[in-house]
T-cell receptor, first 113, second 112 residues
Framework: DAGVTQSPTHLIKTRGQQVTLRCSPK?????VSWYQQALGQGPQFIFQ???????QRGNFPDRFSGHQFPNYSSELNVNALLLGDSALYLC????????????FGPGTRLTVT | KQEVTQIPAALSVPEGENLVLNCSFT??????LQWFRQDPGKGLTSLLL?????REQTSGRLNASLDKSSGRSTLYIAASQPGDSATYLC???????????FGPGTSLSVIP
């Protein structure tokens, strides 16, 4: 049973560019959340997707957008990249049932120069 | 607004010691609390999840407790090993599908 997968592993972009990160949830999971983790800090919630709709959103600007596909995989798009967007981007899929346990992928390390 | 803090920020112990990591949250109306481990530059590995109706969970050398009324959780690690060296994060969920709020983490170093 494959866990949560993310691509790419690492990415280097220039200020002002746009980036797309991808996530495939754990088999059987239909909910995907995205987090941004700056160096030395805990992850910060960006948004959550369920049934191809954004269900919850954290305190992030509109430059951060997402999408969920019918197969439950998800994309995170960031436009007009800033130096401060450099971080580890984590995707989590939500377990079904009453536990609602989150399973995380390995993350994508984004560096903006 | 839920805020999560963790004490201490960093901890260094000799191998074999038992240790306790602390997590505090400001809003006791939580759905669950999850403890994670994170190795440098890597993703998060779930260690234990405690439902709001539970008091504790155990897995091997790990034991996590939850006291909702006081807004606290502790992660107890018995007989620490160098392989336990990592950052430990606690995360609180407000409703069944609510966004999860993370603490800043405790960086643990176990010295051989």
């Amino acid at each position: 049973d494959a866990g949560v997968t993310q691509s790419p592993t690492h990415l280097i972009k220039t200020r002002g560019q746009q980036v797309t990160l991808r996530c495939s949830p754990k088999s059987g999971h239909d909910t995907v959340s995205w987090y941004q983790q700056a160096l030395g800090q805990g992850p910060q919630f960006i948004f959550q997707y369920y049934e191809e709709e954004e269900r919850q959103r954290g305190n992030f600007p509109d430059r951060f957008s997402g999408h969920q596909f019918p197969n439950y995989s998800s994309e995170l798009n960031v436009n007009a990249l800033l130096l401060g967007d450099s971080a580890l981007y984590l995707c989590a899929s939500l377990g079904q049932g009453v536990l609602y346990e989150q399973y995380f992928g390995p993350g994508t390390r984004l560096t903006v120069t | 607004k839920q805020e999560v803090t963790q004490i201490p920020a960093a901890l260094s112990v000799p191998e074999g010691e038992n240790l306790v990591l602390n997590c505090s949250f400001t809003d006791s109306a939580i759905y669950n609390l999850q403890w994670f481990r994170q190795d440098p530059g890597k993703g998060l590995t779930s260690l234990l999840l405690i439902q709001s109706s539970q008091r504790e969970q155990t897995s091997g050398r790990l034991n996590a407790s939850l006291d909702k009324s006081s807004g606290r959780s502790t992660l107890y690690i018995a007989a620490s090993q160098p392989g336990d060296s990592a950052t430990y994060l606690c995360a609180v969920g407000g409703t069944s599908y609510d966004k999860v709020i993370f603490g800043p983490g405790t960086s643990l170093s176990v010295i051989p």
